[in-house]
């Protein structure tokens, strides 16, 4: 426990330091691959340190802190990319790129992960085995994790462990709040649609002489609502949104085609609930469209699976959070009661390799002002409980390779 509090004191003199990244993260949102700042200005603090930082896939980055003792490897990471929406929050550190905005706390993540990177450079001869410190690009589209376990970032050395940190805001909890996944499916499975209903455009005026598109997606949407009443078992797990409906540019016109987009979330980690709303989905577009004379066409992208959490890591990791943070540090399931988000990250790609672990760090609590929570274009983070974020990150490594000896 005294250990565990000399850390933190470490972590919090770097306050002023991690502010001061984080905001300057947050000023320069980029999304995807397309990080040439985030990636550049990420490379140059890790070589300040002392670090030979390693490009990774198409715009990841790897650091290696430890190696010196023979030992297991653990894996930290934090993701790097912003979201394609425009910044309404009241803050004077806006995102000075428009339509871009670091709405997820993804800017936190990054900056918490150099504190770490900091303290663990510190306590490097402490280290028992070898931390890899993973900064990753397109966590919001569920491409980013993919493309490094594909570059090799599990392997040389080979990772034993995994551990995450993701901020939350607008929630009833205390700022400093570090929240630890229990064992078991943690978050949904999520994979996108995108269906074309193909017709035949003409004069408002002419119903009769058109295929009207419009018509028929309507009717595909309406019928898709059977799946999840009728053909989902009630024990299991299996929602899907259309989110975004598109059709013609005026009001006097029947377009040539209509189109829907949407997201399918499953808690099933083989994936079996989402296998068959695929395919019904696909069956009652193309039945309906028959119907209706119209061609219709699906198309699934982007796919994530679920987040599955080690139990033996993640009690580990709770009981070196309790060391740290004491009645701060809680399981999860104490708020979610067991049950797993409908969310979803892609370092559930992660999860399916090596036993994995995620952190949840409360950074905004309602009771402070902090009603808006991620994705929203008001969001705010409370940057204040960086700190808190970089040591869970790498006291919570130490402990586990110590432990692992």
Same mark, same amino acid.
């Given at each position: 426990?005294? $250990?565990?509090?000399?850390?933190?004191?470490?972590?919090?003199?770097?306050?002023?330091?991690?502010?001061?990244?984080?905001?300057?993260?947050?000023?320069?949102?980029?999304?995807?691959?397309?990080?040439?700042?985030?990636?550049?200005?990420?490379?140059?603090?890790?070589?300040?340190?002392?670090?030979?930082?390693?490009?990774?896939?198409?715009?990841?980055?790897?650091?290696?802190?430890?190696?010196?003792?023979?030992?297991?490897?653990?894996?930290? $990471?934090?993701?790097?990319?912003?979201?394609?929406? *425009?910044?309404?929050?009241?803050?004077?550190? $806006?995102?000075?790129?428009?339509?871009?905005?670091?709405?997820?706390?993804?800017?936190?993540?990054?900056?918490?992960?150099?504190?770490?990177?900091?303290?663990?450079?510190?306590?490097?001869?402490?280290?028992?085995?070898?931390?890899?410190?993973?900064?990753?690009?397109?966590?919001?589209? =569920?491409?980013?994790?993919?493309?490094?376990?594909?570059?090799?970032?599990?392997?040389?050395?080979?990772?034993?462990?995994?551990?995450?940190?993701?901020?939350?805001?607008?929630?009833?909890?205390?700022?400093?709040?570090?929240?630890?996944?229990?064992?078991?499916?943690?978050?949904?499975?999520?994979?996108?649609?995108?269906?074309?209903?193909?017709?035949?455009?003409?004069?408002?005026?002419?119903?009769?002489?058109?295929?009207?598109?419009?018509?028929?997606?309507?009717?595909?949407?309406?019928?898709?609502?059977?799946?999840?009443?009728?053909?989902?078992?009630?024990?299991? *797990?299996?929602? =899907?949104?259309?989110?975004?409906?598109?059709?013609?540019?005026?009001?006097?016109?029947?377009?040539?085609?209509?189109?829907?987009?949407?997201?399918?979330?499953?808690?099933?980690?083989?994936?079996?609930?989402?296998?068959?709303?695929?395919?019904?989905?696909?069956?009652?577009?193309?039945?309906?469209?028959?119907?209706?004379?119209?061609?219709?066409?699906?198309?699934?992208?982007?796919?994530?699976?679920?987040?599955?959490?080690?139990?033996?890591?993640?009690?580990?990791?709770? +009981?070196?959070?309790?060391?740290?943070?004491?009645?701060?540090?809680?399981?999860?399931?104490?708020? +979610?009661?067991?049950?797993?988000?409908?969310?979803?990250?892609?370092?559930?790609?992660? +999860?399916?390799?090596?036993?994995?672990?995620?952190?949840?760090?409360?950074?905004?609590?309602?009771?402070?002002?902090?009603?808006?929570?991620?994705?929203?274009?008001?969001?705010?983070?409370?940057?204040?409980?960086?700190?808190?974020?970089?040591?869970?990150?790498?006291? +919570?490594?130490?402990?586990?390779?110590?432990?692992?000896?």
């Amino acid at each position: 426990m005294e $250990r565990a509090c000399q850390f933190l004191k470490e972590a919090i003199n770097l306050r002023p330091e991690l502010k001061k990244i984080r905001r300057e993260l947050h000023r320069h949102p980029e999304v995807g691959f397309d990080l040439t700042f985030t990636k550049a200005f990420v490379k140059e603090q890790l070589e300040k340190l002392g670090y030979t930082p390693v490009e990774m896939g198409r715009a990841g980055l790897v650091a290696v802190c430890g190696g010196k003792k023979p030992g297991k490897t653990i894996l930290l $990471r934090a993701d790097m990319d912003a979201l394609p929406i *425009y910044e309404e929050a009241d803050i004077d550190y $806006r995102s000075e790129t428009e339509g871009r905005m670091h709405g997820c706390g993804h800017d936190m993540h990054t900056a918490m992960l150099l504190g770490a990177a900091k303290l663990l450079k510190a306590h490097e001869s402490e280290i028992q085995g070898t931390v890899k410190l993973e900064f990753q690009p397109a966590e919001e589209i =569920f491409q980013g994790s993919p493309d490094m376990i594909s570059a090799g970032v599990l392997e040389d050395p080979h990772v034993d462990a995994a551990v995450m940190i993701h901020v939350t805001a607008g929630l009833p909890l205390p700022s400093g709040t570090v929240m630890v996944a229990g064992g078991g499916i943690s978050t949904a499975s999520c994979e996108q649609y995108h269906i074309t209903v193909q017709g035949k455009g003409g004069h408002g005026s002419v119903p009769h002489e058109t295929i009207d598109p419009i018509t028929a997606a309507a009717h595909i949407h309406l019928a898709l609502q059977e799946i999840n009443s009728r053909e989902i078992d009630g024990h299991d *797990y299996g929602v =899907f949104t259309t989110g975004r409906f598109e059709a013609g540019q005026t009001s006097n016109v029947i377009p040539d085609k209509a189109e829907m987009w949407g997201t399918i979330r499953t808690t099933d980690p083989d994936n079996k609930v989402g296998e068959l709303i695929k395919k019904r989905i696909e069956e009652i577009g193309k039945g309906v469209g028959m119907a209706l004379r119209c061609e219709v066409t699906t198309e699934f992208y982007d796919f994530c699976p679920c987040m599955v959490i080690d139990e033996e890591l993640s009690n580990a990791v709770l +009981s070196c959070m309790k060391e740290m943070f004491d009645s701060h540090a809680i399981s999860l399931s104490e708020i +979610s009661g067991g049950k797993p988000g409908g969310g979803s990250e892609d370092f559930a790609f992660v +999860s399916h390799e090596v036993p994995t672990v995620s952190i949840f760090l409360v950074a905004g609590s309602i009771n402070d002002g902090y009603i808006y929570g991620q994705h929203h274009p008001k969001v705010r983070f409370d940057d204040s409980v960086l700190h808190c974020g970089a040591a869970a990150y790498a006291y +919570s490594a130490l402990r586990w390779l110590e432990q692992h000896n």
